[in-house]
């Protein structure tokens, strides 16, 4: 009988273990998961730009970027990750052109509309009373993209993993023109 109780009493203690260990796990990582559904992910999660280009198909856009006075940026430096944008847009709307940043002083990505995008960086410029947006000069129409989204995240995309394709306007990412001066910066 005493055997029946001793593996009675391991038993239970083996279960409190478990969830002291299970509680602890929960309650440990809740406020990780909790900031990021909130708040959206952190910039120093995502991948490097080289990542975003080859997932997405557009690998001009890459290389203009390493090639221009911007090649230090990530892509998420000017647009809004897709999981940010949530519980603000339909599935359909979630994409690469929604324009924000992320907020290191509260924490969570915030969303901006036209100049703004640009002058948290370029804060010598007088551009919020121009009524064209910076890209219109700085960042001309040059032909189209297919933007490529994944059904299930595996690389690279193909055949029955490819959910949609979408064609956009290719704005050239080597932000080359010189409005002052009028000039082409290759």
Known sequence: MSIAIDNNK?????????????????????????????????????PPVKACAKCHNVPKIYDE???????????????????????????????????????DEQGKWHETMGNKVCLRCHTDRE????????????MPVRGRDNFVLVKDKKLPPKGDNIRVIKMFPHRSHFCWFHIETNTTKK
Not at 12 to 41: C, H, Q, R, Y
Not at 66 to 95: E, F, M, N, V, W
């Open 65 to 103: 970027l390493a090639q221009s006075s911007h090649s230090d940026l990530t892509c998420l430096d000017c647009h809004i990750p897709g999981t940010a944008q949530k519980s603000k847009y339909k599935a359909a709307d979630r994409s690469f052109y929604h324009l924000g940043y992320y907020d």
């Open 127 to 138: 551009s919020e009373k121009i009524e064209k947006k910076c890209w219109d000069c700085h």
């Open 10 to 46: 391991k038993k239970e203690m083996k279960m409190k273990k478990f969830f002291i260990v299970l509680t602890v796990l929960f309650f440990g990582t809740s406020p990780a998961f909790a900031d990021n559904l909130l708040n959206g992910p952190k910039p120093e999660t995502f």
